[in-house]
């Protein structure tokens, strides 16, 4: 039977909630490593206070759902600003600096699972937790430093699409190896290929059916709307992952095919405010599942593997420079920024918690993402005074000064 403050818990969980979050608007820092920090704050060891239960046991069913919830939409409504188009013109960046930046990153990862000794299916998912850059994280970055019109920027958003491509492929790739429990490798590629030809089928059919869903769509109130896209929504995650493919995916999908919908700003403007709601109740989820107790062991290797993404990340950054055009300076503008780790990295560290994996996964993606959410916008923040502290400032040929006899004879 449901407890009688079922309600004020939840209505408590979500003022601490916006509580931490106004705390870092007030500092100007992203926001996830608050609501990750909270949630371990509370959690296992928080006291009662009167009848409210600051461990949140009755209650975090419900908000564990809510996190799901909150998965679902930040991955529909990447979906529904991912351009195909735009990647095919960010050209060089995405061909030589996308794919650098994933093959340094990815291999980092195995280079720390074979450092950690870990099996094969947590090692995959550590390659997943460091090549997955957080784009929430960026996308604050870039416009709480105001560098969205600077040349790099592009290069970025280029990059971090091409990440987010590859993140989809890898999230379909672990669906297949952890969550379907088969050891065969038959097994695991079959339904790896399954999920490749869904997200292929569901790419080109969906787009034909764009029309006829503008068309449901047109003239509708706002109360009718919104019940067809979530309809949507939920019906191609759920079905998703009834043939084993992660639900995050169908949700990707759908995201992927209404933004050719001629409706797309009125449904982003109309999702957003749930993305923003269930994505704080996502890292807020993730946090009370944390024993503050049980990161002692994995302090050590989420350090190196923190640095390692810095170091890896400026090196995709100078090549990513070097084919656009840009000035080496900007490799460290490109490196910085992308280091933000976040969303994407705990999604693959649930996934591997759903496959009943080691603790030890759980434990380095809390300390690997904390360190990062905080360090990586601190180090962009900083990163033309860095850049000038180790190679100097960059010489600028002066012009030389005109008089007035040089005007006049001219």
Partial sequence: MLSHTLILEIGVAVGLVALVGLISDRFRFSVIPFFILIGMALGQHAPQIGSIDLTFT????????????????LLFYLGLEFSVG??????KSILTGGVFYVILNFCSGLLMGWLMNLPFKETMVLCGIMTSSSTAIVAKVLTDLKRTANP???????????????????????????????????????????????????????????????????????ELFILVI??????????????HVAE??????????????????????????????????????????????????AVLWASVAALITVVCNIGSGYVASYFSGLKKRNSVDIGFTLAARGEFSIIMANIGKAGKLMPIIQSFVVVYVLILSIVAPLLTKESRNIWNAVFGKDKTEKKPVKTLNDLENS
């Fill in 86 to 91: 735009r990647l095919v013109k960010s050209g």
């Fill in 248 to 297: 995050a995916i169908g949700a990707l999908m759908a995201g992927l095919v209404l933004a050719d919908s001629q409706y797309i700003k009125r449904i982003e403007q109309l999702v957003l405010p749930f993305k923003d709601f269930f994505g704080a109740m996502f890292f807020f989820s993730f946090g009370l599942s944390i024993d503050p107790m049980s990161l002692g062991g």
């Fill in 58 to 73: 009755e209650s975090k069913p419900f908000i564990d759902f809510m996190g799901r919830l909150g998965v679902l939409f």
């Fill in 152 to 222: 790099e920027t592009e290069v970025i958003l280029g990059m971090i699409m091409f990440d987010d491509l590859f993140i989809a492929m890898h999230i379909s790739f672990l669906s297949g190896l952890i969550l379907t429990g088969s050891s065969s490798f038959w097994t695991v590629a079959g339904t790896s290929l399954l999920a490749l030809a869904f997200i292929l089928a569901f790419l080109i059919l969906g787009r034909k059916l764009v029309p006829a869903i503008d068309k449901v769509l047109q003239d509708k109130s706002s």
């Fill in 230 to 243: 979530f309809a949507l929504l939920f019906i191609v995650a759920g079905f998703s992952e009834t043939i």
